[in-house]
């Protein structure tokens, strides 16, 4: 069985690779939710929304 990551990035909404080294997750810090973002929104500076409560990070 093959470890895959169900994670989608919250910029893009595409699936996060494993193979995304820069690709970052972490948790909500108002509601916990995980939260993904890949490698290439990452570098453009993407915002990182929370989609379940709507926080918006640094
Ligand atoms: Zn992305
Ligand atoms: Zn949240």
């Known amino acids: 069985?093959?470890?895959?990551f169900e994670l989608k990035?919250?910029?893009c909404?595409?699936?996060i690779s494993v193979d995304d080294r820069f690709a970052v997750v972490f948790h909500c810090p108002v509601c916990?939710?995980?939260i993904a973002?890949?490698?290439k929104c990452r570098k453009a500076?993407?915002?990182r929304v929370?989609?379940?409560c709507g926080f918006v990070g640094p």
């Open 1 to 4: 069985m093959a470890a895959t």
């Open 50 to 52: 929370c989609p379940n």
């Open 37 to 39: 973002r890949c490698g």
């Open 32 to 34: 916990g939710h995980k």
């Open 13 to 15: 909404k595409k699936p």
């Open 9 to 11: 990035c919250v910029s």
């Open 45 to 47: 500076g993407k915002e």
